[in-house]
């Protein structure tokens, strides 16, 4: 805890809210005007107190909340401080003036804070709060695939763990990875690279670059392997000149049913800069919330695929990691300056 300059647990009072409130005041209501769509008025007040309880934590602790696009519209839209695609939430992590960052998304996500900020106290809320791609793959699974394709420079998704991250010479996301895989093809002198472990963002990334040849793994997104092209077409046929978005972790054969495919934040700018009358997002549901609040005069055609694990994180666990410091993220050392050597490349590429 040296050089930390919070309060250590001890001290930090309990968060008491009065218990008994004026029942005609009805509590921050600029925040529930942004929520409303998707909370009745009577649950807003429990919610409240959770987050007036987030807030003032946050001040004592000298906290900030990293909030991911997918989480709960209740989340988003009050005690995040900073929200994001991965890229923007791992750049942001390089830049925060904080002493402690709570990750509102998933467990690779707070590693990769972490990475970035070895000096920092990094919060998951729930540290379940997994991710079928991060889960699908293991460093000694890479160690093999190198024995197997001596010389191919490998390249992981940001959706992995610090442990995998530690085996691979780059890391990208969804919103660099066209960029990246270029920048190692010709930093390395080569036309071949691993891209791991997500089958269907390096089949969708393939297509961008024909001159190199993705070498792929089997892992698949829980929630957007499950998209046919079908539903996109059941959707226009109901929805008329709907404008598809779509997640580049969707299979290749429903990406080229969308009008347009890109990062949580890709899609997000997309629906800011051309205004589409009618637009569906292919990805998790939450995202729809969230956009939507920004863009009222824009219809939202929403199918639901949740994400499990990003629902695994309520603003009751923000609040009790923020009571107790519990859920910090640590990495073995040997294993954390590799794997950020990984993230730092990938950082370094513009
Ligand atoms: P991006 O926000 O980077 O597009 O990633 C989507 C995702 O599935 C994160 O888990
Ligand atoms: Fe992982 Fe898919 Fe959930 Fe993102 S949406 S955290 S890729 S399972």
Redesign the pocket.
């Known amino acids: 805890m040296a050089n930390l300059n919070f309060a250590p647990r001890e001290e930090i009072a309990p968060v008491s809210v009065p218990a008994r409130r004026d029942d005609n005041v009805f509590p921050l209501p600029h925040l529930y005007a942004r929520v409303s769509k998707h909370l009745l008025p009577g649950e807003w007040p429990a919610i409240a107190r959770d987050v007036e309880a987030i807030e003032r934590l946050k001040k004592q602790r000298n906290a900030v909340v990293l909030g991911h696009n997918?989480q709960a519209p209740e989340i988003f839209n009050t005690v995040a401080d900073i929200v994001g695609d991965s890229l923007a939430l791992a750049r942001e992590a390089v830049t925060v003036d904080a002493d402690v960052i709570v990750l509102a998304g998933?467990h690779f996500m707070a590693e990769t804070a972490k990475l970035l900020n070895p000096s920092k106290t990094v919060l998951i809320p729930d540290s379940d709060a997994g991710?079928?791609?991060a889960s699908s793959i293991t460093g000694a699974d890479i160690r093999l695939l190198r024995q197997r394709y001596p010389g191919v420079p490998v390249v992981t998704y940001v959706?992995t763990s610090a442990e995998v991250k530690a085996e691979s010479d780059y890391c990208c996301t969804s919103g660099n990875a066209v960029k990246v895989v270029r920048h190692v093809a010709r930093e390395w002198g080569v036309n071949r690279i691993l891209m791991l472990p997500d089958e269907y963002l390096a089949q969708n990334v393939q297509k961008d670059v024909p001159e190199i040849e993705l070498i792929a793994w089997k892992g698949r997104?829980?929630?957007?392997e499950r998209f046919t092209p079908q539903d996109i077409r059941d959707l226009r046929d109901i929805h008329p000149g709907l404008v598809v978005l779509a997640h580049p972790?969707c299979p290749p054969d429903v990406v080229a049913e969308a009008d347009f495919a890109g990062s949580t934040a890709a899609m997000a700018d997309y629906v800011g800069d051309h205004k589409p009358g009618r637009v569906v997002l292919i990805t998790?549901c939450s995202m729809a919330d969230n956009v939507s609040v920004n863009h009222p005069d824009v219809e939202f055609v929403r199918p639901c695929n949740l994400?499990p694990?990003?629902r695994r994180i309520t603003l009751p666990k923000i609040r009790h990691a923020l009571e107790t410091l519990e859920g910090a993220v640590e990495i073995d050392a040997a294993v954390a300056d590799r794997a950020r050597a990984a993230v730092e490349r990938m950082l370094a590429v513009r």
């Open positions: 997918y998933v991710c079928s791609l959706n997104c829980e929630v957007h972790e998790e994400c694990h990003m």
